[in-house]
T-cell receptor
């Protein structure tokens, strides 16, 4: 089982739609979780952290299920500017170090 | 302006010709890391550094070297580049607490082609 798995998509959705991305991770000892956004040919940027209790930032909601080792990102009222690749990231702490493992990403295209 | 700067941004070279991709950050971050990104494979970590003179291998270190003699700089060295090192390379940095929280600051990337 790969460390961090995501559905690669692409997800093609109309403006205003709600879309959800899922991510699973294999290391039950993983400590922290994040969603990054990467625009075409650009560097990744942190979108939001994912907390056990779930957290929301405007139209974006992130959820974590530690028992199922599952992370999700929900985008409501999709905008054209949301078109990007969304990367699930897991922090697997090693002794005296940190190891951020990236999923391969899910591509989203929001269509007018 | 807080940033991570990589050079060169684009490079075409030939097999076996040593090259260095520089990375510099002006945020006084302890943690720095190099990734390569390939279609279908995502971002894979090459090397990382927790602080000056402290470096460690990531998932795909073969064919690469790094050094961390100063806090701000973390160059990536390809002693004898091969075509399978053709890739998009990203340098990233973070304060140690940031590494714990996962907020990496990335450079704009260096697209390397080895012929």
């Amino acid at each position: 089982r790969k460390e961090v798995e995501q559905d690669p998509g692409p997800f093609n959705v109309p403006e205003g739609a709600t879309v959800a991305f899922n991510c699973t991770y294999s290391n039950s000892a993983s400590q922290s979780f994040f969603w990054y956004r990467q625009d075409c040919r650009k560097e990744p940027k942190l979108l939001m952290s994912v907390y056990s209790s779930g957290n929301e930032d405007g139209r974006f909601t992130a959820q974590l299920n530690r028992a199922s080792q599952y992370i999700s990102l929900l985008i409501r009222d999709s905008k054209l500017s949301d078109s990007a690749t969304y990367l699930c990231v897991v922090n697997n702490r090693r002794a005296g170090s940190y190891q951020l493992t990236f999923g391969k990403g899910t591509k989203l295209s929001v269509i007018p | 302006e807080a940033q991570v700067t990589q050079n060169p941004r684009y490079l075409i070279t030939v097999t076996g010709k040593k090259l260095t991709v520089t990375c510099s950050q002006n945020m006084n971050h302890e943690y720095m890391s190099w990734y390569r990104q390939d279609p279908g494979l995502g971002l894979r970590q090459i090397y990382y550094s927790m602080n000056v003179e402290v470096t460690d291998k990531g998932d795909v270190p073969e064919g690469y070297k790094v050094s961390r003699k100063e806090k701000r700089n973390f160059p990536l060295i390809l002693e004898s580049p091969s075509p399978n090192q053709t890739s998009l390379y990203f340098c990233a940095s973070s304060p140690i607490r940031g590494a714990h929280t996962g907020e990496l600051f990335f450079g704009e990337g260096s697209r390397l082609t080895v012929l």
